[in-house]
């Protein structure tokens, strides 16, 4: 039974390790992924602090590569020295991608508060030309987004660069895709986006920080199960005691 239960308990922790291998991957992508995100909407969202928790992650999926060769080699061999630092390494990764989850819930709670608060500047900043660097950002997010103003496509008219234009019309990038006459005039306003960018930057920006909280999440659960493989592991491996070999049956050399 011994050797029955120590087997299945490698044969688990093996396949968790290349779990990990597979998870240090995915991780580094999901923070990489809102690194590169929160560039297209930083001038929306310019809390830095915002960063934290993705760049947690790819240190955390870095880590879970150098965990997985530990734990590979520690079971193969049944190191008991190498599965005890493991367990030590898991607990202290769990640990961090929890201190993840409570600053992804932290600061997904205050995306639509910044939002708010700079969306209006960042439209007061836009000048229309393309070395500008709040122009790219409203034309891109009003392009990949299918938006158009801060509520929608009238809020245009209160800007600098309307009153600036006197032209009665949009930036481009409210334009529908599938119109290739619209001009941005407001005198045709269904061949513009109808719906406005702040709410849907913050269910963007939501998106990205959920992203962070589930990876963390799914791969702490998967963590805690290297964690209880390994310590079944340590516990089968300890010498046996007299009483355990008067129980079995064991004799006495």
Not at 34 to 61: C, K, M, Q, R, S
Not at 84 to 107: D, R
Request: proline fraction near 2%.
């Amino acid at each position: 039974m011994g050797a029955c239960g120590i087997t299945s308990s490698k044969t688990a922790l093996v396949f968790l390790n290349l779990i990990f291998w597979a998870a240090a991957g995915v991780l580094c992508y999901a923070g990489a992924y809102v690194l590169i995100t929160y560039d297209d909407y930083d001038h929306f969202f310019e809390d830095v602090y915002t960063l934290i928790p993705a760049a947690i992650i790819i240190g955390v999926g870095a880590l879970l590569f150098i965990i997985g060769l530990i734990g590979c080699y520690s079971t193969v061999r049944e190191s008991p020295c190498g599965l005890a630092s493991f367990v030590f390494i898991l607990l202290l990764v769990f640990m961090i991608e929890v201190a993840v989850v409570v600053l992804g819930y932290v600061y997904r709670a205050k995306v639509e508060e910044r939002v708010n608060s700079s969306i209006q500047g960042v439209y007061d900043e836009y000048n229309g030309t393309n070395s500008d660097a709040a122009s790219r950002a409203i034309d891109y997010v009003q392009r990949q987004l299918k938006c158009c103003g801060i509520h929608n496509y009238s809020d245009w008219t209160h800007t600098p660069w309307f009153e600036g234009s006197k032209n009665n019309s949009v930036p481009i990038s409210c334009c529908r895709p599938d119109l290739e006459t619209c001009t941005g005039s407001l005198t045709r306003t269904e061949d513009l986006f109808q719906e406005g960018c702040e709410a849907l930057v913050v269910k963007k920006l939501k998106e990205i920080m959920m992203y962070v909280i589930l990876a963390a999440v799914t791969f702490a659960t998967i963590q805690m199960l290297g964690i209880l493989c390994a310590c079944a592991v340590l516990c089968q491996r300890r010498p046996a005691s007299n009483y355990d070999r008067l129980i079995t049956g064991e004799t006495y050399g």
